[in-house]
């Protein structure tokens, strides 16, 4: 017997009925609406003007043009919307009204002032707004459509991409599926066109990047060169989204900015369970949503997917120029944007990257090696992590380790954990030596004992790379701030020689995480240094105004 979908199980909480009194409390924040019968209230890909509390009639909301397939119904004293309505963004489903309504319609900047000013109230809205996405993300609904081979690396990449921001999507193979194939002869797809993305919008999109996809879907947008931030955070990771939450929720203005997506290095955790708070674990997406989710209700501004290129510092304020050509301004700059992941020492890896050798285990890559046999290089927490997820998925799990053992580089919960799987088999002082395919398809990987120097070859097609990153810090190289001869950027976390706490030796340009030189290498000790340098911003920033006022007074 299938589970229930949330949508079924949480219906209460997905769509909470509003008392009069509650309904009048929310009035003062929005501005009166009303629509006819059959009016077309929201339309998928487009943007809508925020979140609508309905006073009469009702709202019917459906997949993209999918009228006879209802999602949920609002009547009077519920509210229309989810997660896209707190920032901006698009609708992902339609919304047609099936009688007249009246109703009362709350824009973004409006409905964040609601969640402060309003916190029982706010509380209960922005859980029926993470629930109703999860509930999309649940069913694939909303979203675009990616027509592609599964095994694909472009299809993975969107894939990913779009799994990691919780953008739901489809994806459709066309040697399975018959709608797949109409799709490519109503549009005229060519095979080296694939994988092609149909948007809500109706925008056709062969292979684009994440950047492209992203515009497209409303998740992207341009910034304006004008505005002067008091803050702009480089990297979304568990640093970064410490500082955009506790930054904003003191009145800071903040911008995120990410190349990828949120969530970092530990957004690809299959499993997080010795973060404080979570005694039966959380997955790394789930976290980290939460994070992301929290600093938008505090008014912090994303940019994701957007590449920081450089960092030039001097005038009145700092400037970051983003690979597509826009520049963004600020008083102050943290430096968040954590690791880049290692690559292994083989001559063609490339050939496999993105389709066969991967660097994070979801469920996407999970779906592709089902049954199979999977190796794993990697003896950390996240290599644990992984190994425990596939375990549950793959036929068997070969765990390739230089080290001695585990013991030395992974906590004990994980090492206890891995030793009681009979699917994972731990291969010490081992590494691999060679990857053996054609046309880009991995057929087997062959691995190396160290010490015996005994070799091995399996028949596998999925190879996973947990081996440690490297700081991210090349968009620094001409900033003249110091790294050190390891690639981490040198702020200590204490005020020494007359710099701020994790202050660099450019004043106002400020590191934290992973990225930083010395930092613990876990989840909690970014967060906490994210939370710590938002009191060293208020003290620069103050600093700073002082001078300014002083210069002027004295002009």
Same mark, same amino acid.
């Given at each position: 017997?299938?589970?229930? !979908?949330?949508?079924?199980?949480?219906?209460?909480?997905?769509?909470?009925?509003?008392?009069?009194?509650?309904?009048?409390?929310?009035?003062?924040?929005?501005?009166?609406?009303?629509? @006819?019968? +059959?009016?077309?209230?929201?339309?998928?890909?487009?943007?809508?003007?925020?979140?609508?509390?309905?006073?009469?009639?009702?709202?019917?909301?459906?997949?993209?043009? #999918?009228?006879?397939?209802?999602?949920?119904?609002? =009547?009077?004293?519920?509210?229309?919307?989810?997660?896209?309505?707190?920032?901006?963004?698009?609708?992902?489903?339609?919304?047609?009204?099936?009688?007249?309504?009246?109703?009362?319609?709350?824009?973004?900047?409006?409905?964040?002032?609601?969640?402060?000013? %309003?916190?029982?109230?706010? %509380?209960?809205?922005?859980?029926?707004?993470?629930?109703?996405?999860?509930?999309?993300?649940?069913?694939?609904?909303?979203?675009?459509?990616?027509?592609?081979?599964?095994?694909?690396?472009?299809?993975? @990449? &969107?894939?990913?991409?779009?799994?990691? *921001?919780?953008?739901?999507?489809?994806?459709?193979?066309?040697?399975?599926?018959?709608?797949?194939?109409? &799709?490519?002869?109503?549009?005229?797809?060519?095979?080296?066109?694939?994988?092609?993305?149909?948007?809500? *919008? =109706?925008?056709? &999109?062969?292979?684009?990047?994440?950047?492209?996809?992203?515009?497209?879907?409303?998740?992207?947008?341009?910034?304006?060169?004008?505005?002067?931030?008091?803050?702009?955070?480089? +990297?979304?990771?568990?640093?970064?989204?410490?500082?955009?939450?506790?930054?904003?929720?003191?009145?800071?203005?903040?911008?995120?900015?990410?190349?990828?997506?949120?969530?970092?290095?530990?957004?690809?955790?299959?499993?997080?369970?010795?973060?404080?708070?979570?005694?039966?674990?959380?997955?790394?997406?789930?976290?980290?949503?939460?994070?992301?989710?929290?600093?938008?209700?505090?008014?912090?501004?994303?940019?994701?997917?957007?590449?920081?290129?450089?960092?030039?510092?001097?005038?009145?304020?700092?400037?970051?120029?983003?690979? +597509?050509?826009?520049?963004?301004?600020?008083?102050?700059?943290?430096?968040? !944007?954590?690791?880049?992941?290692?690559?292994?020492?083989?001559?063609?890896?490339?050939?496999?990257?993105?389709?066969?050798?991967?660097?994070?285990?979801?469920?996407?890559?999970?779906?592709?090696?089902?049954?199979?046999?999977?190796?794993?290089?990697?003896?950390?927490?996240?290599?644990?992590?992984?190994?425990?997820?596939?375990?549950?998925?793959? @036929?068997?799990?070969?765990?390739?380790?230089?080290?001695?053992?585990?013991?030395?580089?992974?906590?004990?919960?994980?090492?206890?954990?891995?030793?009681?799987?009979?699917?994972?088999?731990?291969?010490?002082?081992?590494?691999?030596?060679?990857?053996?395919?054609?046309?880009?398809?991995?057929? #087997? $990987?062959?691995?190396?004992?160290?010490?015996?120097?005994?070799?091995?070859?399996?028949?596998?097609?999925? &190879?996973?790379?947990?081996?440690?990153?490297?700081?991210?810090? @090349?968009?620094?190289?001409?900033?003249?701030?110091?790294?050190?001869?390891?690639?981490?950027?040198?702020?200590?976390?204490?005020?020494?020689?007359?710099?701020?706490?994790?202050?660099? *030796?450019?004043?106002?340009?400020?590191?934290?995480?992973? $990225?930083?030189?010395?930092?613990?290498?876990?989840? #909690?000790?970014?967060?906490?240094?994210?939370?710590?340098?938002?009191?060293?911003?208020?003290?620069?920033? #103050?600093?700073?105004?002082?001078?300014?006022?002083?210069?002027?007074?004295?002009?």
């Amino acid at each position: 017997m299938s589970q229930p !979908s949330i949508i079924e199980s949480r219906r209460d909480q997905i769509s909470p009925v509003l008392a009069p009194r509650e309904i009048e409390r929310l009035k003062r924040f929005g501005e009166p609406r009303s629509y @006819r019968t +059959g009016e077309r209230v929201v339309l998928a890909g487009k943007p809508t003007e925020g979140l609508m509390l309905i006073l009469s009639g009702h709202m019917c909301m459906t997949p993209h043009n #999918a009228p006879d397939a209802p999602i949920v119904t609002h =009547g009077p004293g519920e509210f229309q919307g989810e997660l896209a309505q707190l920032s901006g963004r698009p609708s992902l489903v339609d919304g047609t009204a099936e009688d007249d309504i009246e109703g009362i319609v709350i824009p973004p900047p409006r409905l964040r002032d609601l969640m402060i000013e %309003e916190a029982e109230l706010g %509380e209960r809205i922005m859980r029926a707004l993470i629930l109703r996405r999860i509930g999309l993300l649940e069913k694939n609904v909303g979203g675009p459509i990616i027509i592609g081979a599964a095994e694909d690396r472009d299809v993975l @990449r &969107l894939e990913n991409f779009l799994r990691r *921001n919780g953008h739901p999507h489809k994806t459709l193979d066309p040697d399975a599926d018959s709608c797949a194939r109409t &799709l490519i002869d109503r549009f005229h797809i060519e095979p080296g066109e694939l994988p092609t993305v149909l948007c809500p *919008n =109706g925008s056709l &999109l062969r292979n684009p990047t994440e950047n492209q996809l992203a515009r497209c879907l409303g998740l992207a947008r341009t910034i304006d060169a004008e505005t002067i931030y008091d803050v702009v955070v480089v +990297g979304a990771g568990p640093a970064g989204l410490a500082t955009a939450v506790y930054a904003t929720s003191e009145g800071l203005s903040v911008l995120v900015l990410d190349c990828r997506a949120f969530g970092g290095q530990a957004g690809a955790s299959a499993r997080i369970e010795n973060y404080l708070g979570f005694p039966t674990g959380i997955t790394g997406i789930a976290l980290m949503a939460r994070a992301y989710n929290q600093a938008q209700k505090f008014g912090a501004e994303m940019g994701i997917p957007e590449e920081v290129q450089n960092l030039a510092c001097g005038g009145d304020s700092f400037r970051l120029r983003l690979k +597509g050509g826009d520049t963004v301004r600020s008083r102050a700059i943290v430096v968040a !944007s954590g690791a880049e992941y290692r690559k292994l020492d083989v001559s063609n890896l490339a050939e496999y990257e993105g389709s066969h050798v991967h660097y994070w285990a979801s469920p996407i890559e999970a779906r592709l090696c089902g049954g199979e046999e999977v190796a794993l290089v990697g003896a950390g927490n996240s290599a644990g992590q992984a190994a425990v997820y596939l375990a549950s998925q793959a @036929r068997k799990v070969w765990m390739i380790v230089r080290g001695k053992g585990l013991d030395a580089t992974m906590s004990r919960y994980l090492c206890d954990r891995i030793a009681a799987q009979p699917n994972i088999e731990v291969l010490t002082e081992t590494e691999v030596i060679a990857l053996d395919g054609a046309d880009g398809t991995l057929d #087997a $990987v062959r691995w190396k004992n160290r010490v015996t120097g005994e070799e091995m070859t399996r028949p596998i097609r999925h &190879l996973f790379l947990f081996i440690g990153a490297a700081p991210n810090t @090349r968009w620094l190289a001409e900033s003249g701030i110091h790294i050190d001869p390891k690639g981490f950027v040198c702020a200590e976390p204490f005020d020494g020689n007359g710099r701020l706490p994790f202050q660099t *030796n450019r004043q106002g340009v400020f590191a934290v995480g992973d $990225v930083r030189a010395g930092s613990i290498k876990r989840v #909690a000790a970014a967060v906490g240094e994210g939370a710590q340098v938002v009191a060293t911003l208020h003290t620069f920033l #103050a600093k700073r105004a002082a001078d300014v006022a002083t210069l002027m007074a004295a002009g």
